[in-house]
Every structure is written in C-alpha cells, then in structure tokens.
C-alpha cells in the first residue's frame, strides 16, 4: 500500500463532506437549477416606517419556517438612474427548483405574510427566473 493512499482517501473525504454542506459545489448542474423570486414592493404613502420595518421582519422571518427556501436577501433602491418607478422595496427569495416555489407560494405561513402585507401595498412586481451562468 503506498503512502499516499491516506491522503486520498482524505481528499475523497473532503469532497464528499463539502458537497454535502455547500449547495451546487461539485455538481454545476444542481447549481444552476436555482430559482429566483424577485419581489419589489411600493407601499402606499400613508404606511408608516413601523408598519415597513414589521414587513420586511416578517419576508426575513419565513427564511426559518419554511425549509424550500435555500436564501434571502432585501435591499432598498439606492439606484441614482431614478427608473424605479416607485418601487423603494426588493426581497429575493431563492429556491433550489420550481418545486420548492410552488411549495413556498401556498404555503401557510406565507399565505399570512400576504395577509399582513395586504393593504400596505400601492403596487407589487414579482419576476421569478432560473440563474443561468
């Protein structure tokens, strides 16, 4: 048995392990099946910053509850090109597939995230896309 067999087999273990822990390493396919909900939101003028903050709490918070989701992250517009045409508010919901949207969409908590949302809302836009790289 050569000396560099533990080492191999240490690799092989390496690998393995952060392909299990780090989503798509290893397997580009499985990477770029990824789905993004892209979701911008124009609260009506009277909306209180209390009532925005509790919100966007609440898109953060169904991270922990409901599993298909892989990542979040929101942003406000800070664009100087002013084209955002009153939309100040953007949440990106990533899944690995379809499936695990149309798991999330119906989903209970979900369905009360809408209902807290609803009436705070002038207009929203939602664009759901497969990453290609």
Request: hydrophobic content about 45%.
């Amino acid at each position: 048995m050569s000396r560099s067999t533990p080492l191999f087999t240490l690799s092989l273990l390496t690998v393995a392990i952060l392909a299990t822990w780090m989503p798509g390493f290893g397997d580009d396919k499985k990477a770029d099946t990824l789905l993004r909900h892209v979701v911008l939101f124009q609260f009506k003028p009277d909306v209180s910053q209390p009532q925005i903050d509790e919100v966007v709490k609440a898109f953060g918070d169904m991270k922990r509850t409901i599993d298909v989701i892989v990542d979040f992250e929101w942003g406000t517009d800070v664009s100087v090109e002013n084209r955002a045409a009153g939309f100040t508010h953007c949440f990106q919901v990533t899944f690995r597939d379809e499936k695990g949207r149309d798991i999330y969409l119906p989903h209970p908590v979900h369905e009360e995230f809408k209902k807290l949302v609803g009436g705070k809302l002038a207009n929203v836009l939602v664009f759901d896309y497969v990453v290609k790289k």
